[in-house]
């Protein structure tokens, strides 16, 4: 297994679209999105590229919105 390394997706505009680990190429780890302003939409984590633990949305005003708990889908 790879080590974690820090992706970056931008915005057309140039702005931070998401940032977040990824081992060979897959989500693992915390992961933030961000508006165009650049504040923060949306945040969590990932198992192996799946959504795992708690997940916020946050509103304009940065302040969390709603609150997600993922399970792991069963095998």
């Given at each position: 297994?790879?080590?974690?390394?820090e992706?970056i997706?931008?915005?057309?505009?140039g702005s931070?679209?998401?940032?977040?680990?990824?081992?060979d190429?897959?989500?693992e780890g915390?992961?933030e999105?961000?508006r165009?302003d650049?504040?923060?939409?949306?945040?969590?984590s990932f198992?192996?590229?799946?959504?795992?633990?708690e997940w916020?949305?946050?509103g304009?005003d940065g302040?969390?919105?709603?609150?997600?708990?993922k399970?792991?889908?069963?095998p």
């Amino acid at each position: 297994m790879s080590e974690a390394a820090e992706h970056i997706e931008y915005h057309r505009a140039g702005s931070v679209r998401a940032r977040g680990p990824q081992i060979d190429g897959v989500q693992e780890g915390y992961w933030e999105w961000f508006r165009l302003d650049g504040s923060i939409m949306r945040s969590g984590s990932f198992t192996h590229g799946e959504q795992t633990g708690e997940w916020i949305t946050y509103g304009s005003d940065g302040l969390p919105h709603k609150v997600t708990q993922k399970k792991p889908k069963k095998p």
